[in-house]
């Protein structure tokens, strides 16, 4: 059997090969998606993120048994960074789900930025894919949460999940501008700890600052470690899956979803048709030394570039 | 101390030499090195004079042994009233084996016993548990019940002896176990003495053998500080450890802050719990590490005794004197061992025992030179035994107190490791306290970045380790370490089968019931415990209904 | 395309011994590979499914406790049942002489003991690992 016949037999191996494929930009994958793209769009897909040391591995262990209680399938990507310098990575993210291993019902697959910006790695739409193609009924994604703009995560799950813990002070006021609007559902974790309702407050004044909309996030408390108030939480998510379901957004987010993943695709290949040097008529550094000579100017050097590859 | 002209003019002399003499002398004759430093990294100066602990105020920085604040020692006579204990841990496999070491070393003039566990044993699980497989009785001894314990100390009288019990998160049980085994051989318990480690901070940062989350393990530790305060008086409830911190690759410094900022922690836990500061403080005892840097050690000793004694009398007013005493056990490092020419091993741990006795410890285990390569032999632990008492009756070290203070260089040191761990402490204060840098990872993170340096320094070369990575010659593989034979499994699996069918097990069950429902209130549990142990349940029955109520512990790691 | 190598490094059994293994996972990432660390206590059968989902070219293990006779090889015979033999199994950790030839006939392709360094086993996952790169 090939790989895509194992994949969608359910063979893990299978899909830990794809992703690896995927990861490493191989064409394989790519070619296999589209043969199996009608098979795609069934997983609901939860991203999950907030600031380092907010619990968010822990968190989606928890919500991960849950689901497995309730007879669901799971897959989880965790992305962690990818160091600028050796492009190596330390991928620590399953420390906080030993539990969930052995389980045939759960995926788990760390991944590096590797140079992708934006909180996720590149192959993580293709790693949904994938495991929405394995029969995955729902997929986590956890992204690196450095305190760096996540905006990707917006565009690749169905709900965010924002997850805070008390007593991050200026950190909130340091990541608002981005949080209000990336997170469907906010989580404040450690909510055993002082100053949880200081943090609910604050997140609600927030909340009634930013733009108001149909869906009014909702602020869960849960203390993780001890699965408090977990179910609640995953209710939340439920009810946000209703909403966007009942309100029609969720075709309005999955259109935008696509829209966009289309336009980043037919970017990244025209990019790599102009960085591409063999058998183009031009080179891209020779270029650069005639706008820094001052030979042409960079509006007509990008002219240039965009008339040779549309030619 | 010394007034400031002296100083001054040291100081001026001793720039003026720098600069013209030995300034020429380099230029002809370069040092070996461009900066020298301690094991721990610190930066060492080519002479320390008068000039360098000008601050020195002799009354109040120093003082005298016994006194505030205990720089020079806890005891006012130290090693001429008493040569401190020397205790060597060990346990083997079977508690009929280490029954039968024990009594050995008590035979060889050892004369306090310590206790190893085997890790299903620390983790509180039973021999039969499935992650127990390939664990049972490898790292020391098995204890499932009271059986076991009874077996373990059989012969050997509890109010003779002082007993040292290397057991954290199930602690609590262990020293049940205990005081059933006195109970049986009629012994009370306000005639026990003893150490239990109990810490489980530092299990949480640095030894990894935790089972409760942070909370419910800080409650069963004050637990126990309350039901000994009342009913085991001479017994140590804790053993504050910096050794493991040390082992994981700390520094000397952190070493100090860690193991201090987690005795802050419990302190803080016990007043909250309502225990009055001099009730508690004195049986609180702690554990340190003595590493092959023979002067920065003898430093960090003198430093944790004078920092411990300020904490405890201007943060949390004690005012009882032995509340503000740090006593201390120290063990030689493990991690300083060598796999490669072991008999050096022998070398090192004599310096270590150096550095622990000038540094003024009130009991000392000395390891064994094949610790690097698997547990020690019966030779080895003798000759890590030897170490000690050549130290204490040849070398002359024991004889006056203190003997290194006064030394500029040592002076020096001691006030700069206070300063480092000081510092550190601050900085755990402002993350909200031990428990919670740990939570976030910081403390380990620290740890981890220290251990990382010292490792890559040695591959650089820059740090020579003799044997290791200079001075290596070819060796033939080493014979006759000591096997723990693997049927040990099975023969506790077998004991625990006859105990289950033996015991009257409604009895047992309704004691563990009891636990259950203390552990869900607010009540002290440790009665509730001896009940289960003296109704024979077993330590994975009694940890099993603690985990069902309190959880388990996540560890924390940042990478 | 250069892929980074990908590692798992594990810690099998009850010792909480960490330092070794997360001084191996940072070198590990500081020689440009992807290390997947996955705390204490691993049973063998987390172990292995671990390196299946990450798809890992190599499984680093260390023990201190003295269970490496019974872990080490079970987690090569369960790679093995999976069908996951291509992947490289290395262990570290407090090991006795005598016991390498037994744990190298059971499939653990390198023992490095105490004193190892760091650079010896990258150089030796660079050059032993089974799967292309």
Request: charged share 30%; glycine share 8%; hydrophobic share 40%.
């Amino acid at each position: 059997m090939d790989l895509q016949d194992r994949l969608t037999s359910g063979d893990s191996r299978a899909l830990a090969r794809f992703l690896t494929l995927a990861e490493n930009n191989d064409p394989e994958a790519a070619r296999i998606i589209k043969e199996l793209y009608s098979r795609t769009g069934n997983a609901y897909v939860i991203g999950v993120t907030g600031p380092p040391g907010a619990g968010k591995s822990t968190l989606t262990d928890k919500l991960t048994k849950k689901l497995r209680q309730k007879g669901k399938t799971v897959g989880i990507i965790a992305v962690d960074p990818t160091s600028p310098f050796t492009g190596g990575a330390l991928l620590g993210d399953r420390i906080r789900m030993q539990d969930l291993f052995t389980d045939p019902g759960v995926f788990i697959r760390s991944m590096g930025t590797r140079g992708h910006l934006g909180g996720l790695s590149r192959a993580t739409q293709s790693a949904v894919k994938a495991m929405d193609i394995f029969g995955k009924d729902f997929i986590f994604i956890e992204t690196v949460g450095v305190g760096q703009s996540e905006v990707d995560i917006v565009k690749t799950a169905d709900t965010v999940v924002m997850v805070m813990v008390p007593g991050l002070g200026d950190d909130i006021q340091a990541i608002k501008a981005g949080i209000m609007e990336i997170g469907d559902v906010f989580a404040i974790n450690k909510s055993d700890r002082d100053g949880a309702d200081k943090t609910k407050i604050e997140l609600e004044m927030m909340l009634d600052f930013s733009e108001k909309k149909d869906w009014r996030p909702p602020i869960h408390n849960v203390v993780a470690t001890t699965d408090a108030g977990v179910e609640e939480l995953l209710e939340c998510i439920f009810k946000h899956r209703d909403y966007l379901m009942d309100s029609g957004e969720f075709k309005k987010r999955r259109y935008r979803n696509t829209r966009e993943e289309l336009i980043n695709l037919v970017k990244e290949r025209v990019l790599e048709l102009i960085l591409k040097d063999t058998g183009r008529e031009y080179n891209i550094d020779d270029l650069v030394s005639r706008v820094l000579s001052k030979q042409i100017d960079i509006y007509s050097a990008a002219e240039e570039v965009l008339g040779k590859i549309s030619g | 101390m010394p007034d400031n002209e002296t100083a001054n003019r040291t100081k001026q002399e001793k720039k003026e030499w720098e600069e013209t003499r030995i300034a020429k002398l380099l230029a002809k004759k370069p040092e070996r090195k461009d900066t020298f430093v301690t094991g721990s990294n610190a930066e060492v100066n080519r002479l320390y004079t008068i000039a360098d602990i000008e601050n020195l105020d002799y009354l109040e920085d120093l003082g005298f042994p016994g006194e505030y604040p205990f720089t020079r020692g806890v005891q006012p006579t130290m090693y001429r009233g008493k040569l401190w204990t020397m205790r060597q841990y060990a346990g083997f496999a079977t508690a009929e084996e280490s029954n039968k070491r024990y009594k050995y070393l008590l035979e060889q003039g050892q004369t306090g016993l310590s206790v190893a566990f085997d890790l299903p044993t620390q983790i509180g699980y039973d021999s039969d548990h499935p992650l127990s497989e390939g664990e049972v009785g490898k790292v020391g001894v098995a204890i499932d019940s009271l059986k076991d314990m009874e077996i373990l100390f059989d012969g050997i009288p509890l109010d003779k002896v002082s007993t040292s019990m290397t057991i954290n998160a199930p602690a609590a049980v262990l020293l049940a176990m205990y005081i059933a085994v006195a109970e049986k051989q009629g012994v009370s318990a306000d005639k026990l003495n003893g150490t239990i480690q109990n810490d489980i901070l530092k299990e949480y940062i640095a030894r990894g053998t935790y089972i409760f989350p942070t909370e419910p393990s800080m409650r069963l530790i004050t637990n126990i500080f309350e039901y000994c305060s009342k009913e085991v008086p001479k017994w140590n409830t804790i053993s504050i450890s910096g050794y493991h911190i040390r082992e994981a690759g700390s520094t000397a410094s952190q070493e100090v802050a860690f193991t201090l900022a987690d005795g802050i922690a419990y302190v803080e836990a016990a007043v909250k719990a309502g225990l009055e500061i001099d009730d508690f403080a004195p049986r609180l005892s702690f554990f340190f590490n003595a590493h092959n840097d023979l002067l920065e050690e003898v430093a960090k000793f003198r430093a944790a005794r004078r920092l411990w004694a300020k904490i405890m009398k201007e943060r949390f007013g004690a005012k009882d004197p032995r509340s503000m005493m740090m006593r201390f056990h120290t063990q030689t490092g493990g991690s300083t061992l060598t796999a490669q020419q072991p008999d050096n091993n022998i070398v090192r741990v004599a310096i270590q025992t150096l550095a622990a006795v000038l540094g003024g410890t009130q009991s000392l285990h000395t390891n064994s030179r094949d610790e690097a390569l698997a547990l020690p032999t019966e030779e080895s632990v003798r000759i890590a035994l030897r170490t000690q008492q050549i130290v204490a009756y040849e070398s002359g070290v024991a004889e006056t107190i203190d003997p290194l203070a006064g030394s500029y260089y040592i002076e020096a040191m001691t006030d700069r490791i206070e300063k480092e761990a000081m510092d550190y402490i601050k900085k755990i204060d402002e993350l909200g306290g031990a428990p919670r840098a740990i939570d976030k990872g910081y403390v380990q993170k620290e740890i981890q970045d220290s251990a990382y340096k010292y490792q890559m320094e040695i591959e650089a070369g820059k740090r020579i380790v003799v044997g290791l990575n200079k001075f290596q010659i070819k060796e033939e593989p080493p014979k006759g370490l000591l096997k723990v034979d693997p049927s040990v499994g099975e023969l506790q699996k077998k004991k625990l089968l006859e105990l289950r069918s033996g015991r009257d097990n409604a009895d047992t069950f309704d004691k563990l019931q009891s636990l259950k429902k203390a552990a869900q209130g607010d009540s002290n549990l440790m009665p509730y415990i001896l009940d289960a142990v003296r109704a024979y349940a077993t330590l994975g029955e009694i940890c099993g209904v603690l985990r069902e109520v309190f959880g388990e512990y996540n560890q924390s790691v940042i990478l | 395309m250069d892929r980074p190598i990908r590692v798992l490094v594990a810690k099998p059994g009850l010792d909480g011994h960490d330092r070794g293994a997360k001084v191996i996972a940072r070198a590990l990432r500081d020689a440009g590979m992807e290390v997947i660390y996955t705390g204490l206590r691993q049973t063998p059968e987390q172990i292995v499914e671990a390196a299946i989902q990450e798809d890992v070219d190599v499984v680093a293990m260390s023990i201190l406790s003295g269970a490496h006779n019974h872990l080490f090889p079970k987690v090569v015979s369960l790679l093995r049942e999976k069908g996951a033999d291509d992947i490289l199994v290395v262990g570290g950790g407090v090991i006795p002489d005598d016991d390498i030839p037994g744990l190298k006939e059971a499939g653990i392709a390198e023992i490095f003991t105490p004193g190892t360094p760091t650079s010896k086993a990258i150089e030796f996952i660079k050059a032993n690992i089974k799967r292309l790169a």
